[in-house]
């Protein structure tokens, strides 16, 4: 299973609702196919879709932490997401 999850989610031109549907799937597949964390893009744009990915994060059951990406890793277009 782990093969086929990818390391990133893609979210960008989504709306919030479909983003976290989305999300909630890829979370579950993710942290059963024990990858220590991901990167889920979702875009600068106005924020909306960002907010509603770190609403979503800080109550799920399966997130250690997370964090705005780095230099390379996307910047404020990305959250790095940690397992626990």
Known sequence: KSAS????LNLIG?????AIFELDKYLDD???ANLPKVTII???G????RKGVH?????SKYVKN??????????TGATIVEFK
């Open 5 to 8: 999850i990818s390391p990133e």
């Open 14 to 18: 989504k709306t919030v609702d479909e």
């Open 30 to 32: 993710a942290y059963l």
């Open 42 to 44: 979702h875009g600068r």
């Open 46 to 49: 106005t924020g909306a879709l």
């Open 55 to 59: 609403d979503y994060l800080k109550r």
């Open 66 to 75: 997370f964090r705005i990406g780095g230099h390379n890793e996307g910047n």
